[in-house]
């Protein structure tokens, strides 16, 4: 996990300034120890603690910056009940190669029964391990099962290779910071430097999805993690429960946050099980997104937002919140729209002059064709089709409208009103008669009286 990849960098850097400061001798017993046991955890001679989880043979030590290699000893990985254990040790000294499993010994590939004492190398087992010395000066210790223990003498300070280490007595030095240049390696490609090549030997090297030089590139490019590396040892080193995400999450969150902010782009690196986060409705964590949500009334707010990203809960991609029904990220396509109640999409409403669709949240409208209404009431009182009223009085026929077709299929007509002196009120006008007129022919009239 990336996580632990961005931790590892940061103890490294711790260590390396402190021991290039102060350099350890190689002095005391443990010193002189390397081992391996469990899934994939490796000791060094010099203290470092690393898993690699190779499952290929592979050189655990062997004598090198000499011009004759004296002695090498290699392990084989295999899968037993589901659970990884040593399946032999191949240990050259000269011209002899020995092949150790837990059930037999093979000395350049003729098996020899145990205990076997011939050129300086005792071989022999008991219950609970099998044990082989050289006189050369190393010991290895075998459990026949998971765990392998190594000792060398210190005439062999800073003359090994593998992975055990280089025993220089300065933990990471060499083997996890590049001698020469400060440049982190981390243990799978440490691990995979030591593959034993065979011809026809189809074994793969393992390797890790998501290394901080990848998964985190944009971010080391902007901020200088040294700091952060620090703080998230110093978190780890002083937590009391080794059970709560607080010790590393809180430094690894901080980070990601500074680097979002710096315009970079952190990754997801959080799990349910490590450092999660949860969200309402069905909203995603996120480590760098806009704070400007997009929502059905405000859709376009995240591509007019000027704010920092940073980390939250945001809607997944191709969705928008609902802050219309509360119900979460959905599609725009099912947004709702309201005015004076909700309206799902697809429904009308009508207002006026106005036929409105809802559509994607949003609404669609039409101008609505309505007629207009010319009027005469009680002979004398007028409203045009544009509204506007007067008061006319009169004693002939007068035109109320004349109307012209546009398209030709309509006939054209002519409205004509009778007004006439009102038989009971001397001074006030009646309406007598209508007459309609088709196509100015005189002979078409219809009259309504």
Known sequence: MSYWFLCFYFQLSVEF??????????????????STWGRDHFKTFDGDVYQFPGMCEYNLISNCHDSYQLFSVHIKKAEKDGNPTIS????????????????????????????????????????????????????VMWNGEDAVMVEIDADFANR???????????????????????????????????????????????????????????????????????????DMCGCKNNTNDFCACSTLSEFSRQCSHAGG???NWRTTQFCGKKCP????????????????????????????KMDGCFCPSGTVFDDISERGCIPQSECQCKHDKIYSPGEVYRQDQEECTCFEGMWDCITLETPATCAVEQGSYFTTFDGKTYTFHGDCYYTLAKVESKDGASPNFTLLAQLVPCAHQQFDTCLKSLKILLNNDRNSVSKIT
């Not at 020995?98 to 059930?103: A, E, G, L, N, Q």
């Not at 011939?118 to 050289?134: E, R, T």
């Not at 069905?282 to 920092?308: A, F, I, K, R």
Request: aromatic share 12%; proline share 6%.
């Open 160 to 234: 090994t290779c593998g992975l055990c280490g280089d025993f220089n007595g300065v933990p990471v030095y060499n083997e996890f910071i590049l001698h020469g240049m400060y440049m982190v390696i981390y243990p799978i490609e440490f691990g995979n430097k030591y593959k034993a090549h065979h011809p026809n030997d189809e074994c793969e090297d393992p390797y890790e999805e998501e290394l901080l030089e990848d998964s985190w590139s944009s971010c080391t490019k902007l901020i200088n993690p040294e700091v952060y590396i620090q703080a998230c040892v110093k």
């Open 88 to 139: 032999y040790l191949a240990i050259t000294i000269n011209e002899l190669l020995f092949h150790i499993s837990k059930s037999w010994v093979t000395v350049n590939y003729e098996k020899v029964p145990l205990p076997y004492y011939k050129a300086g190398v005792q071989v022999k087992n008991n219950a609970a391990y099998i044990k082989f010395q050289s006189k050369l000066g190393f010991t």
């Open 265 to 267: 782009q952190p990754p």
């Open 17 to 34: 300034q402190d021991l290039i400061r102060n350099p350890l001798l190689v002095s005391n017993h443990v010193s002189s120890i390397c």
């Open 281 to 308: 409705y069905n909203m995603v964590y996120e480590e760098s997104g806009s704070p400007c949500m997009d929502t059905c009334t405000h859709q376009d707010t995240s591509s007019l937002c000027e704010d920092h």
